[in-house]
């Protein structure tokens, strides 16, 4: 059963997120959480979202923007390492708020409730006419990767921040789609070099049957959206970016993700 639905959400995410960017992680994470503690979710997670990136990289990297790489993903890395570092010093910090809901206990975190309230705030700039139509400067890059970065190595949450900042850079479908891939792998390894020996030194157990079963299940998914790329317009891609935005924003502020 655990196989099962861990693997059935990564190809389903997977394939979904070849486009927006973002997601794999958000939808991934609670189905490993559901089996096993929070912090073998959280590094199992990132494993197959490394490991994903390294595939959809093969796919699609070629296309990436050299530019926007260099501007966004340096910083990105930087930050990355200094937001999974918070990550383990916070992870016995009580929520900011908690509730009961159909019987569950949510929890809102600090950083959930921000990165939240930025994608919500993300997502009506994209609905506005006046601001959509308004691209970010060059200048404008690095901090988009120092936020992607950091909130990437303390809660996971990289991609959608990411995305929000690469939808307005100017670039096509195929820039967006490779400069994604590309800085998502950048973060991946910052954040993992730091989960990993906080990992070791844990003796935290591993279920790897499960993690392969959740690896190439993704990797099936990527190739799917990948070979869908042709068929979506540039409009498609805004469009389900800016609805997954707004789900993802506000999940995170409700504690639902």
Same mark, same amino acid.
């Given at each position: 059963?655990?196989?099962?639905?861990?693997?059935? /959400?990564?190809?389903? =995410?997977?394939?979904? +997120?070849?486009?927006?960017?973002?997601?794999?992680? +958000?939808?991934?994470?609670?189905?490993?959480?559901?089996?096993?503690?929070? *912090?073998?979710?959280?590094?199992?997670?990132? /494993?197959?979202?490394?490991?994903?990136?390294?595939?959809?990289?093969?796919?699609?990297?070629?296309? =990436?923007?050299? #530019?926007?790489?260099?501007?966004?993903?340096?910083?990105?890395?930087? =930050?990355?390492? /200094?937001?999974? $570092?918070?990550?383990?010093?916070?992870?016995?910090?009580?929520?900011?708020?908690?509730?009961?809901?159909?019987? #569950?206990?949510?929890?809102?975190?600090? *950083? $959930?409730?921000?990165?939240?309230?930025?994608?919500?705030?993300?997502?009506?700039? *994209?609905?506005?006419?006046?601001?959509?139509?308004?691209?970010?400067?060059?200048?404008?890059?690095?901090?988009?990767?120092?936020?992607?970065?950091?909130?990437?190595?303390?809660?996971?949450?990289?991609?959608?921040?990411?995305?929000?900042?690469?939808?307005?850079?100017?670039?096509?479908? *195929?820039?967006?789609?490779?400069?994604?891939?590309?800085?998502?792998?950048?973060?991946?390894?910052?954040?993992? +070099?730091?989960?990993?020996?906080?990992?070791?030194?844990?003796?935290?157990?591993?279920?790897?049957?499960?993690?392969?079963?959740?690896?190439?299940?993704?990797?099936?998914? =990527?190739?799917?959206?990948?070979?869908?790329?042709?068929? /979506? +317009?540039?409009?498609?891609?805004?469009?389900?970016?800016?609805?997954?935005?707004?789900?993802?924003?506000?999940?995170?502020?409700?504690?639902?993700?």
């Amino acid at each position: 059963m655990t196989v099962v639905l861990v693997a059935l /959400v990564a190809a389903l =995410a997977s394939a979904l +997120t070849f486009f927006s960017g973002f997601g794999l992680g +958000t939808l991934l994470l609670p189905a490993f959480a559901l089996f096993y503690p929070i *912090e073998i979710a959280v590094a199992s997670t990132a /494993v197959v979202h490394f490991l994903n990136g390294l595939f959809k990289l093969g796919l699609v990297g070629r296309h =990436a923007d050299r #530019r926007v790489v260099l501007a966004f993903g340096l910083p990105a890395i930087a =930050a990355a390492y /200094v937001g999974a $570092k918070a990550l383990l010093r916070l992870t016995d910090l009580p929520p900011v708020a908690t509730y009961e809901l159909a019987g #569950r206990t949510l929890d809102v975190s600090a *950083e $959930k409730l921000a990165v939240g309230t930025l994608l919500v705030l993300f997502t009506f700039a *994209e609905l506005s006419p006046r601001l959509s139509a308004v691209n970010f400067p060059p200048r404008l890059l690095p901090v988009g990767g120092l936020l992607s970065g950091f909130f990437g190595g303390l809660s996971g949450m990289q991609g959608a921040l990411r995305s929000a900042f690469l939808i307005r850079a100017g670039l096509s479908k *195929e820039a967006f789609i490779g400069s994604g891939v590309v800085i998502a792998c950048l973060i991946d390894i910052a954040r993992l +070099t730091e989960y990993v020996p906080s990992l070791v030194d844990q003796r935290a157990v591993i279920d790897y049957p499960v993690l392969a079963a959740a690896v190439l299940a993704a990797f099936a998914g =990527a190739a799917v959206g990948s070979r869908s790329l042709k068929k /979506v +317009t540039l409009g498609a891609v805004q469009g389900l970016v800016g609805i997954m935005l707004l789900i993802v924003g506000i999940g995170l502020i409700a504690g639902v993700l």
